[in-house]
């Protein structure tokens, strides 16, 4: 085997193993470190020019009305599913109609507002699908929905469930009701075009169905099995 050929294959796998390595340990550490912004966050700040809304909360301070609105909305085979839904990725390539929920976990949601970039190319998918496992590797599922849950945008600029609630029903997230965390499950596909403050007709009926998948997944009690 030429030099040339030996080394260049030595470096690769050098650098292969310090991104494993690297990314690994960042993912570790954030499993206790609450990380003080995201990569969506500081891309949006960054284009606008303006300071986004965000304030972190743990989860107990975060009502389980909107946990169960958000995995009901998003991903309700949450607590069930190592990272990927492939059913559901599976329904969303054959079907051709609008779909009320997307294909992306919530574990992925996290792992690409965290860590990437927006964009769409086969490196990003990579990344996101890498993050994905280290995630649902190194983190418990609790973990895994507050970090999402204090980073989703809900509105231009407004991220996270506290910044939400303060700014669209001028309360805590700990006490959201079900109506409110409903209209904030329901503007998460398209927050920028979707209001809860002032929900439209599709929204306020988008909202309705979300609760209603609540009640038939058993309510809060369903997150005793995260």
Known sequence: MPKLLKRSISISLWLGATFVLATA?????????????SMVIQSWQQQSGRKAHQT???????????????I??????????????????????SEKRKRTRGASTITQQTAKNLFLWN????LRKALEAWF????????PKERILEVYLNIAEFGEGV??????????FGTSSQQLTRWQSGLLAAVLPNPKQMSARRPSAYVQ?????????VRQLGGSRYLDSL
């Open 132 to 139: 994905t496992l280290l995630l649902e590797i190194l983190w």
């Open 56 to 70: 972190w909360q743990p989860l107990e301070k975060i009502s389980t009305n909107l946990q169960m609105a958000v």
């Open 25 to 37: 340990l960042l993912v570790l550490l954030l499993r206790w470190i609450d990380p003080p912004s």
């Open 119 to 122: 964009g769409r190319s086969y």
């Open 159 to 168: 991220y996270g469930a506290e910044a939400a609630a303060r700014q669209f």
């Open 72 to 93: 009901a909305a998003e991903d309700q085979k949450f607590p069930q599913h190592f990272g990927f839904d492939i059913g559901s990725l599976q329904k969303a390539l």
């Open 205 to 213: 009926s988008r909202a309705v169905a979300i609760n209603k998948q």
